[in-house]
Each structure stands twice: as structure tokens, then as C-alpha cells.
């Protein structure tokens, strides 16, 4: 089954977030997937291999679940696979070629009137007829998920616990539903003066809470390094700085337990 996720021919929108946050669910319900960065066959990797870098080898070489690929998935590709498309218009044949070949077409639109526009030129040409709408930050008409925050930090993006929620029930609209199997960790430590937690853990993933300003914040991301480098990435991702100018409000550890269980 190929998943194909794209905003048409606007950027910017959280394609690549909702790439990755699928890629979260699948792994964390069992299910093995390929994840496709089309961006990196035009030119610099702008999408999900952008964001994983230096997590792609490490990725590639330990997890039993996932594999991070560029390009596009070859013509007889036949397994479970996610495609990170960059911003791409419908005047172009490798486009209209790959949306006839999507089994499952999800749409990201951010509140921007352009963003809006190129969406539904995107499902005018779309052929099939498994569609899900995704919108980032406003709710609009027909879209069924919604991200909360931006997606300038996907990591954090998708270890908010509303986010992580939708995730979840995006997957269970595509058909992917299943026994979560992850491990509760639960460890407290230190890392260079941050409290960290290691919260859970499955393959390849890892949520992780690092406190600021006496508040727990979270991120996911592949645990492919020791936990001390991913404590350290996850504090310079969620910086004060970056939360005021979200507005973003207090993480409770109970309500992210209480969505991974769901």
C-alpha cells in the first residue's frame, strides 16, 4: 500500500510531521514501512530525510520496522509505504503519475488560503477514492485530524500528546489498527544539569520529557543514539523561547501514557 502524503504545491504545511507521526503509529502497532523523501531526487532532501539525518543510518541498520529511503517507490513496489512528497503542482507528470498509483492520498493544509487552494486542486486530480484531510493549527471544513502546533520541530510536534492522539486515530482511519507494543520505561535522570525522563520506547522509537522552567515537555524521536545525545537534542528543540512563542500550555506525563495506551 502506498500512503502519499502531500499539500500539492504549497510548502511548509507539516508534510513531512505527518509523515513521520504516521510512521510512529505503524511502527508502534507492529507494522513494518518504508518511509519515501521524493524532495531528495529534486535537489537538497527537504522532508522526512531531512529531519531524521543523522537517524537515518542508524535507523537503516537497527530497526526491524522502519526504513528510510529517497526517491520514489519503483513501479511493482508491492509493501507498506509512506511517501513524503515536497511541494508539487499537478502541471507536473510525476506527480499525476504517483496519484494514480496512491492507495491511500492524505492532504495537509495549513489556515493559508493558498495552502487551502492547492489542496483541492490536489484531490480534483486525484483519481482514487481514500482520501484524508489533515489540517495544521486551524480546523477547517472537511478536514477529519488536527495538529496542533507547528511543524518547525517535528519532533516535539509529534510527542505533544494531542498530536500523538491524532496520530493515532489517523492510522485507525487507514485501516492500520492494532495492539500497541511499546515498553514503559519511566527513568529519571540528569543529562549535563536537564532533568530528562526516558518515557517509553519501541522499535525504533523513543518518547523523551525534558524539563523547562519546571514544566514537561516531550519529544519522539529514533532511539538510535545513547539517550544522553537524545536528551540533548530534545532540549535544544524545546527551548523557552520556542514554547512562549507557541503559547504552549503544560504537557501532563498522565495524558501522554494515556494516549500511547489508546
Avoid at 478536514?143 to 516535539?156: M, Q, R
Wanted: proline share 5%.
Amino acid at each position: 500500500m502506498l500512503i502519499v502524503v502531500t499539500s500539492g504545491s504549497k510548502g511548509g504545511t507539516g508534510k513531512s510531521t505527518v509523515a513521520l507521526g504516521l510512521s510512529a503509529i505503524l511502527s508502534l502497532r507492529g507494522f513494518g514501512h518504508e518511509l519515501f523523501d521524493y524532495s531528495c531526487s529534486l535537489g537538497v532532501c527537504t522532508g522526512v530525510y531531512y529531519y531524521l539525518s543523522d537517524f537515518v543510518d542508524g535507523v537503516n541498520r537497527l530497526s526491524r520496522m522502519v526504513k528510510v529511503r529517497q526517491g520514489l517507490p519503483p513501479q511493482d513496489y508491492s509493501s507498506l509505504a509512506i511517501v513524503d512528497l515536497p511541494p508539487m503542482s499537478i502541471a507536473q507528470p510525476e506527480f499525476v503519475d504517483l496519484l494514480g498509483r496512491s492507495d491511500v492520498l492524505v492532504v495537509v493544509s495549513s489556515y493559508e488560503p493558498d495552502s487551502v487552494v492547492s489542496a483541492e486542486r490536489v484531490l480534483e486530480a486525484y483519481p482514487g477514492s481514500r482520501v484524508v484531510k489533515v489540517c495544521n493549527r486551524a480546523s477547517m471544513e472537511g478536514c477529519g485530524h488536527y495538529l496542533k502546533v507547528t511543524p518547525e520541530s517535528p519532533f516535539f510536534v509529534i510527542g505533544e500528546p494531542t498530536n500523538f492522539r491524532t496520530f493515532s486515530e489517523l492510522v485507525n482511519e487507514l485501516g492500520f489498527r492494532g495492539e500497541d507494543k511499546f515498553e514503559r520505561v519511566g527513568r529519571q535522570f540528569v543529562v549535563n544539569g536537564v532533568r530528562a525522563k526516558l518515557v517509553a520506547r519501541w522499535d525504533p522509537y523513543a518518547i523523551i520529557g525534558v524539563e523547562v522552567s519546571q514544566k514537561w515537555y516531550y519529544a519522539l524521536m529514533p532511539y538510535t543514539k545513547p539517550i544522553e545525545e537524545l536528551v540533548t537534542m530534545a532540549r535544544s528543540l524545546i527551548g523557552p523561547f520556542y514554547l512562549n512563542r507557541l503559547g504552549f500550555a503544560d504537557n501532563a506525563l498522565t495524558k501522554l501514557f494515556r494516549v500511547v495506551r489508546r
